[in-house]
């Protein structure tokens, strides 16, 4: 148990549970939160943001997931306080800024003994119930400081998060004044949820959506559809060419049917390169066996390689090229680490390396071959 845990749990009185602030720290983190609503109908919600100043950045915010989040950033200033910025939730793409009037930064905010803290007054419009349970989620970045005061400073993707809800029918104070105040005996919840309504949800609702759409296009591109397109030089079979690739042309359709699905509900379907180039390629791709069909029946017709044949390669191969950097893309987008980001650039540039040469080289040798018959 981390010193902030064990502060927040060594304060709480017993008849505590009601009528003060509810905390929460996640599991394995150092992280801490702190949630306090004014008794007697009042609309304001007090919060803290506690962390230490190895974060570049903490996000705290109101709902299941990103996409449509009311959103609240904390970095430090670069002048011995926090800045917090309010955000709305694009999904997975950087937030954008908020209206900066619906927050107030408060006494006892700032940066101390290596500790970022951020006492919040949040002007709820009443949007958020806080009579009940209410779904929030959290992301951190760790990271030299950002150091400034632009609310719509740029940040860089974060390195986990997580999803909880609270009770905010639990966190009531007498007073509409700010609990966290050193000039303020407001109590304090337990921490990780157990006796304060506080419960851990999953972090990512679409988290299996996700890695199923990612893990069929990454093996549609970078292994079916690369050698499937060698079948036919290697094997001389144009049906088991022709079979090949209609597997993984209609496993492309699923994995881009899972990628729809997902990307809709986080609303962020065509709303950055990684959908709208996923968009493309696919498309382009549904005339590829249109295009094998006219070649092979060029093919038994003229018995040699025509102008279908030609693009009918090169197109596909510039789209398989294509469906590979994408990939990335999408891992960027879902904010992987950088080490799968890094195998799967070495992995995808292999196989393209790899698969280009080859081909060339077969394509210039056939090439030769018909024009010397």
Not at 66 to 83: C, I, K, P, R, S
Request: aromatic share 10%; net charge negative; proline share 3%.
């Amino acid at each position: 148990m981390n010193a902030k845990k064990f502060w927040l749990l060594a304060t709480l009185g017993v008849g505590q549970v009601s009528s003060s602030p509810v905390s929460f720290c996640p599991d394995d983190s150092d992280i801490c939160f702190q949630w306090a609503v004014p008794e007697a109908g009042n609309a304001n919600i007090y919060f803290q943001i506690d962390a230490p100043t190895s974060y570049q950045w903490i996000g705290l915010g109101i709902g299941k997931q990103m996409a449509g989040a009311a959103m609240f950033l904390m970095y430090e200033d670069g002048q011995g306080n926090v800045t917090v910025s309010n955000r709305n939730g694009k999904g997975h793409s950087t937030p954008l800024l908020g209206d900066q009037d619906s927050i107030s930064l408060l006494d006892g905010s700032g940066v101390k003994d290596g500790r970022m803290i951020a006492n919040v007054l949040y002007k709820n419009t009443g949007s958020l119930d806080l009579s009940g349970s209410s779904d929030w989620i959290m992301a951190q970045k760790q990271g030299t400081p950002l150091a400034s005061v632009d609310p719509n400073e740029s940040i860089t993707v974060h390195d986990s998060h997580s999803a909880f809800k609270i009770n905010l029918a639990q966190a009531s104070v007498s007073q509409n004044v700010n609990p966290f105040s050193e000039n303020n005996d407001g109590g304090n919840g337990v921490s990780n949820g157990d006796s304060t309504g506080v419960t851990e949800t999953s972090s990512n609702p679409n988290s299996n959506l996700i890695l199923a759409h990612g893990v069929i296009l990454t093996v549609v591109f970078i292994a079916l559809y690369p050698l499937g397109s060698l079948l036919m030089p290697w094997l001389g079979k144009w049906y088991i060419h022709g079979a090949w690739q209609m597997v993984g042309f209609l496993a492309m359709w699923a994995g881009f049917g899972i990628g729809y699905v997902v990307s809709s509900d986080l609303d962020i379907f065509f709303d950055q390169t990684h959908t709208r180039l996923g968009v493309f390629v696919i498309a382009l791709l549904g005339m590829q066996p249109i295009l094998g069909l006219l070649h092979h029946m060029q093919y038994l017709r003229q018995g040699r390689r025509g102008a279908f044949g030609h693009v009918h390669i090169w197109y596909g191969r510039a789209l398989i090229i294509m469906g590979m950097v994408n990939g990335g893309l999408g891992l960027q987008l879902t904010g992987a680490s950088d080490v799968y980001i890094i195998v799967y650039s070495v992995v995808a540039g292999l196989s393209a390396l790899l698969y280009a040469g080859y081909a060339t080289v077969k394509s210039l040798r056939s090439e030769k071959t018909e024009k010397e018959k």
